[in-house]
Each structure stands twice: as C-alpha cells, then as structure tokens.
C-alpha cells in the first residue's frame, strides 16, 4: 500500500514500507514521461513487496501545464539536471526521516525520459549504491550537449560511482541497438560493473501492463527477476570496487532494422 506524501513542501509523491520490522534498503522510483500513472505506482508496489522502502517523487513538480495532457502523452515535461539533483537530494533528506531505511542502501530507478536521472545521480552523488534503467538514457540526444542537461551520458557513465542494471527491448523503436553497444562499450572502457540485457520481441516499455501493445509477459517477468536479483547483490555488498563485473547479454535477429521499429500501444 503507497502512501500520497509530500517532500520537502512542495513534491508530491507516494511512499510504501514493507511489513515487518528492522531497517529495509530503499528504492527512489522514478516515473516515466507521464508523471506519475498507474505504471510508475504498480512497479513501486513491486519494490515494496521485494522489501524495499519505496518512494515515488513526482520530478515535474514545477510543472504547470496541462497534467492531463502529460499524463496522455500529448506533452511534454523537459527536465533540468540541476534541479533534479536539488530533487532528488531533498528526497534523500526525507528518507533520513524514516527509521526503517538504512540509508547505506540506496538505489535508484528509473523509466524512459527518467533513465538518465539513476545514472545523473550515481555519477554526482556518493548516496547511491544501485542504478536501475529500464530502457532509458541513451537516446540520441542524451549522447550531445544540451543546456539543461550540460553533461554528455558517457561523461555520466564515466563518473558512476555504483553498478548499473539496464533493460531494454530489440524492437523499441527510440532506442537503437547501436546505443546500447556504445553504452557497454563505456561502461567497460570506464571499468564500471553493470548487467544489461536486450530481451527479445519487447517493445520500448515492455514492463507496462496498462499498454496492452507494449506488455510482453515473459520478457517482463524475466526482466524484474534480473532487477531484484541485481539489486540484492547490490544490497548485500557483492559487487566489490576494486573489481569490474560485465554481463551483457542480448537476443536479437540477425536481420535487425532499426528503421522498421514502431511505437506500440
């Protein structure tokens, strides 16, 4: 069960505490493009039963469009690096408020437009222990300059200070294959630890049961296996620093066309 909360006075978002006592690690869940749906509370839910603290803070507080509209997808949100570092910095300072978090345990998620944010906040904060992608972060655009965001993700990726799990899908259609091997290619080149994996026949967006198009039931299963398994390990202190574990795994055709790939529903 998410409880509505409000951050700092002035960022709404939904927190959920896992039944039993001791401290729990915490997950900030981050929401999609949309702001915060019914997608971004299920998966929260799901960091909850896995036995997380989980916090879900809305990043377009400063926002003052058409919220219906967003939350439709017919508009747009643009997000500022600062500010989200000011954000998600403030959400941090409420999770020290709550007793049940053990603040040495913290990891990051994040979904479509919010992928870059874990990877932001694993390369300019030294709070995180985790950052989870779910295919994010390595648009075509992220790979350039851009005011709001002066930082390049390669520089991001270069600069993380904790392991990464990324998801993707061979057909989503904003996300070539070829970023995602440039990305390993970074990682690794920087002696960073990551897992990530291409998942067959999944669309951009994969895990979202409430896109009847998009869902892939399998694919999604597996994936939030590879994601709690990934960050128990990170939770347990099993990936050492001074060592750099690889896993990248993709199943994809041979006759792959990033130009054929379609939006899905």
């Known amino acids: 069960m998410l409880t509505p909360i409000k951050i700092d006075n002035r960022i709404n978002g939904f927190l959920g505490k896992p039944a039993g006592a001791g401290k729990r690690p915490a997950v900030i869940h981050l929401h999609e493009r949309y702001g915060i749906v019914q997608h971004t509370t299920d998966l929260a839910e799901k960091f909850v039963e896995a036995g997380y603290v989980t916090i879900a ?3 377009f507080s400063r926002f003052t469009g058409d919220r219906a ?5 017919e508009g747009r949100c643009d ?3 600062q500010e989200v570092l000011g954000d998600i910095d403030a959400v941090i300072a409420y999770l020290r408020t709550l007793p049940e978090v053990d603040m040495a345990r913290i990891a990051i ?5 919010t992928g870059r944010q874990p990877i932001l906040m694993a390369a300019k904060r030294d709070y995180i222990c985790a950052a989870v992608m779910l295919y994010g972060a390595i648009y075509d655009a992220e790979w350039k300059h851009d005011p709001r965001r002066p930082d390049p993700i390669d520089n991001l990726f270069e600069q993380m200070s904790c392991p990464m799990v990324g998801i993707f899908g061979e057909l989503d259609n904003l ?3 070829d970023n995602i091997v440039r990305m390993v290619g970074v990682l690794a080149k920087a002696r960073k630890s990551f897992d990530v994996r291409v998942y067959p026949d999944a669309p951009h967006g994969f895990l ?3 896109m009847p198009g998009r869902f892939r039931s399998a694919q999604a299963e597996t994936a939030w296996n590879q994601i709690t398994s990934f960050l128990q390990a990170a939770f347990e202190g099993k990936f050492n620093k001074e060592r750099a574990v690889w896993r990248f795994e993709s199943d994809s055709s041979v006759n792959y066309d990033f130009t054929k790939m379609k939006r899905w529903e």
């Open 175 to 177: 996300i070539p294959m």
């Open 208 to 210: 979202n049961d409430t």
């Open 69 to 73: 509209a967003l939350a439709a997808g």
């Open 79 to 81: 997000l500022d690096d």
């Open 109 to 113: 998620s994040g979904v479509c437009q």
């Open 57 to 59: 803070p809305d990043l």
